[in-house]
């Protein structure tokens, strides 16, 4: 299972970016996608996560800022981010926990290769 994220760049405090996050590959069934992130000598912090029947959770640092969403069809997760700090700046990493038809037997957590969020002030 290979996961491709999109969607980083440069914004001022106040702008708005939106991530998205395809999986693809021997994918059996996706049970829930996400974000995290990770700041400069921070450790990775979950930013949110939508589940295959829609339920979402979200950190409180970015509750009522940031809109997580999927499309099941697309094995596809997006992260719209309005309000942007300073201090969301990080490498935003998605993920995915799901089985892969390659093991079957066994659920697992991908991950894909981080895009960088950079937001002045």
Known sequence: VQLQASGGGLVQAGGSLRLSCAASGSIFNINRMGW????????????????????TNYADSVKDRFTISSDNAK?????????????DTAVY?????????????????????????????
């Open 36 to 55: 995290y992130r990770q700041a400069p000598g921070k450790q990775r912090e979950l930013v949110a996560r939508i589940t295959s029947g829609n339920s």
């Open 75 to 87: 094995n596809t997760v997006y992260l719209q981010m309005n309000s942007l700090k300073p201090e």
């Open 93 to 121: 990493y998605c993920y995915a926990f799901g089985v892969s038809t390659q093991n079957m037997r066994v659920s697992q957590q991908y991950w894909g290769q981080g895009t960088q969020v950079t937001v002045s002030s």
